[in-house]
């Protein structure tokens, strides 16, 4: 709830008809703003809201809502009124909903559209998730080599409404091959009588159409561009990646690299799963497998130990010897609370989790280890009970102390970014590191108690 | 050395005198590429070429070299050649070279030019680092609400060549309060005669003087941005913070934010310490902080496990139970590892790493791990000594062992992400969670074994 204020009195506003009231209200806002009180509504609300904007304003809109509130307004949406709207939207945004939308929804839809526009749309849909096609727009501005510059500005004012960018121009031969750019700055400053040919520049920087879209990002990042060309083999202009869609591949990367370092796995790349959005079974799936890594990992540590401690000089006694074990546990809860704090934290940065989401959060995190631990704890009971050949309640005492501390692990990973938040320290500065020491020292309590209870 | 091929060509060139090709050389590429090239030449030969280049292209470049190049060329400049380089500038790059030249120099260079723009480097290099208005430039384009988009056209066009953007124009009052904007775009798209006043939006979205670069960055993106305007209290307009700024300071705040989840405290915020740059000692220092701490947080989990192992029913015999002491030992090997992980994966990130530097890599980290596993040795075996009561050859077990495990977790941390990239696999994805436990269970072998050296 980032609008907490406004979303009461616009309430006010839509039970007593005031529509002109809201619409002025909306028209005056910037429609990242609009997006984000939409975002916060109820989905009648939203869509009520939605419906009284101008045409170019829901295109705009849309742009920052996030996926699922962009499905939900189109399936509610008159057919006519999506199709207007999918024909002001930019290009690659359009091709973005198209893909997740419904097959005989977007049929519909297209269905009202000229077959440009189409073709466009279902050739941008097409192209494989994560590369440059799949990021490009189409609504670029072109321009011929042997048009003069006066020419040329004449064009760009009557194509500007539509097009993503005009500050750069994209200069293609006869068969669309690329063959140069041009700034608005430099046809503003050019003779007007002077070719297209004669001022263009023919250094190009270019992205190709199946090449990583974080490579394209960090081109345009490395060469401060507006924007970079996507072409194919044949240097066939295809379309433009824009410095504002780099940012966001980048900021995307920079949070999957957060979730990898805690040893989450992350969706298919370019796929966005906001934290609230992916069910806590979905969780499970993306840490288990680093988890039952780790946790063979810690079995090898144990047997390690196991083959080792008889040089102690000691009767190796592994029935009472519960240090063999320690590892493999603090171990677990160790992994299970970096991953619950790299979730966090990336939430938080993405500002998917507010200060208000405390209590949630928490119950979340808490669901999670508890399925975790419930799965790893079995895995240690049996792996206790058949390999090592223990009792039965010392398997227990590994089972169930493998169960409390993932719950603990995941509450103490939680809390720490949260708490750090609050404190106005950066969480992702504290985290990490504070995360293990706690989890250990407090871990190792959870398995002697459970000890004392099992085995004494 | 990202362009090994290039380099023999040049220096042939070089040597026989070939001024002409090499001028038209490097007059063919893109400045960021020869900002490349001139980093992986010779001081003398990258001085050579740097005088060779037009004034122009000469500022284009400068933009694209390290903080540490721009200053050795500025020292081995002619003052009045500097002076210009000074003038034709970006704002907001030459007050950070300033910043980073000898104040001497600085005085000597600005003797040689106007007031104006002497009193503009000194305000620009004033602000505190990390702020908005260290990173803001004052290259912008200004206009009055009074002139007609003809009128703001023409001096645009005249103004064009020294301002960072002209897409958008910042609009003020005669107290240089900022009241509107208004893009290119509409400017060509508006009636001649129309009033800048008329043309102009006012919903703008500023940033403050002194807020964080970060929170900065971040609003370029939100609302897409080409550009953020800055104020101080009073709205007057201050300088811009153009979008390829932003995408340098989030791309910077990540790989800190990856070096924060590894334990390595980062330099202060906005101070660019590259890998090669910094010194063994510094990184040192950046990593005993937590090392320390999550080293006494070892030492009280090892306090709770001798405090507790008394009732698994065994005689608690500390002087042989070596068990204990396995939670500190494999927590500062994991440590340690996952620092190093942090720091190359920054370093392969931020493409300061090739792959051909393995072998400095890894006598770097060597080093490294040495210098931490003598400090974090040391202090075992004196824990040992004075506060546990161990004897001489306990102590020196626990010391050695700190010491080789430190060692060897840096090679292996160092090893793993170069490893992964080497095996075309992100580093980021798997090294972090992997680390751990090759350092747990290596780091027991290596714990045994210098106990059966020494105790039997």
Redesign the interface.
Known sequence: MRNPLLVPDLRELMRDGETDALRDFFG???P?TVAEVLEDMEPEEADTVFALLEPRARAEVMSYLDGETQVRIVEAMPTPDAAELFHLMSHDERADLVNRLDDDRVDEILRHMRQAEREDIRRLASYEQGTAGAVMTTDYAELPPGITAREA?DR??HE??DKET??TSYVTDSNRRLVGFVT??KL??ARPSARIEEVMQR?L?VARVDEDQENVARQ?????L?AIPVVDAADTLLGIVT??D???I??EE?TE??L????VVAGVEGEDTPYWQSRITVAVQRRIG?LL??FF??A??SF??NR??G????VN?PR?????F??LL??TG??AG?QTV?TIIRGLALGEIYRSDVIRVLIREWMTGLLLGALLGILGFFYMWLIVGKSHAFSAVIGLSILGICMWANTVGAMVPLLARRLGI?P??VS??LI???V??TG??IY?TV??FL??
């Open positions: 005056d806002l910037h990242a500005l760009l004012r500007a409404p005009i500050y608005l700055k503003i400053l250094d920087i345009i990042g490395k060469y401060d507006i410095h504002d780099a940012m966001d980048l900021r920079q690299d957060i990898a370092f805690g040893g680093w890594l780790l990992g810690g090898i540590t390690v130990m080792f401690s040089i102690t000089g000691r006694d009472v010897n519960l240090e063999v320690i590892p603090i171990g160790g992994n970096s790299s950066d992702a500065l990490a590191p293990s020491t706690l250990d020292a190792l309590i002697y000890a004392i085995l004494t």
